[in-house]
C-alpha cells in the first residue's frame, strides 16, 4: 500500500496532506525518516506520523457537526481559538474534518477517519453541492443576483455558476439561500464583499443530499449507514 494512502487510512489526514507532510519530512517508516511520494508499507512496517506511531482505524466513522461560529475546523491555530474537534469525541477514533468553514461561519460540518472519503470530497476535481443560509446587510439587486448567478472574477479566478434565492427582505436585510460547487477559500463572503454587502451571518445546511435539519448548534451525531453510502456514492 503507499504510505500515503496508508496514513489515510489511519484517519490522520486526507491523502494529499500526507503527501505534503512526506514531502515535508514529517512521516518515518521503521525509524527512518522517508520523503519519497511512491514509497510502500506493508504487514509488519512501523509508520510514525511526527513521531508518533499510526495504525489503520479498526473502523469507520462518520459524523455530522453542527458548528457554532467561534471554531475553527483544524486541531488548533496561532490564536489558540477553540477547535470544533473540541466538540467531537468518538473513542478510539481520530476525525478530521471533510473540508473546513471559516472561523466565523457556523453550520454543517462532516468529520471522519476514512482517509479514502476525506480525499474523493475535498479533491478539486469532485463537484458536491453545499447550500448555505446567508444574511446580509441591505437588498440584494436584482443585477448583483445575475452577477453572482453568471460568476465573478475572485482572486484572479472566475467563480462557477452560483445558484441564489432571496427567502426575504426586512429590517433592513435580505435572506438568501445560496448554492455553489466549488469549495475555495471563504467563496461566499468574498463574492458578497466584491458586491459591496457585508455579510451578517452565513450558515451551511446542506452537503448534497444531507441536511442538518434540527441538529442543534454545537451538537453532532453520526450519520446513518445510508449517508455515509450516498457521500461515497457521490
Known amino acids: 500500500m503507499r504510505l500515503s494512502k496508508y496514513i489515510a487510512a489511519c484517519g490522520v489526514c486526507s491523502r494529499r496532506k500526507a503527501e505534503e507532510a512526506i514531502l515535508a519530512g514529517r512521516v518515518s517508516v521503521n525509524g527512518v525518516v522517508v520523503a519519497e511520494l511512491g514509497t510502500k508499507v506493508g504487514e509488519g512496517d512501523s509508520v510514525s506520523f511526527d513521531g508518533v506511531p499510526v495504525r489503520p482505524a479498526e473502523a469507520f466513522v462518520y459524523v455530522m457537526l453542527n458548528k457554532p461560529e467561534g471554531y475553527i475546523s483544524t486541531a488548533k491555530d496561532q490564536f489558540n481559538r477553540p477547535s470544533v474537534l473540541d466538540l467531537v469525541e468518538v473513542e478510539g477514533a481520530r476525525l478530521v474534518p471533510v473540508g473546513r468553514l471559516d472561523c466565523a461561519t457556523s453550520g454543517m460540518l462532516l468529520l471522519t477517519n476514512d482517509g479514502d472519503l476525506v480525499y474523493r470530497l475535498t479533491h478539486p476535481s469532485h463537484e458536491i453541492r453545499k447550500t448555505y443560509i446567508v444574511r446580509v446587510d441591505g437588498e440584494i439587486s436584482g443585477n448583483a443576483l445575475e452577477q453572482i448567478r453568471s460568476g465573478l472574477v475572485i482572486d484572479g479566478y472566475k467563480t462557477s455558476r452560483t445558484d441564489i434565492k432571496v427567502l426575504n427582505t426586512g429590517d433592513g436585510t435580505s435572506l438568501a439561500e445560496v448554492a455553489i460547487k466549488e469549495g475555495r477559500n471563504r467563496q461566499i463572503r468574498k463574492i458578497f464583499d466584491q458586491l459591496g454587502y457585508t455579510i451578517?451571518?452565513?450558515?451551511?445546511?446542506?452537503?448534497?443530499?444531507?441536511?442538518?435539519?434540527?441538529?442543534?448548534?454545537?451538537?453532532?451525531?453520526?450519520?446513518?449507514?445510508?449517508e455515509v453510502a450516498y457521500l461515497k456514492s457521490c
Open 200 to 226: 451578517r451571518s452565513l450558515r451551511r445546511v446542506a452537503t448534497g443530499k444531507l441536511r442538518l435539519g434540527g441538529l442543534i448548534k454545537g451538537t453532532w451525531r453520526h450519520l446513518t449507514p445510508e
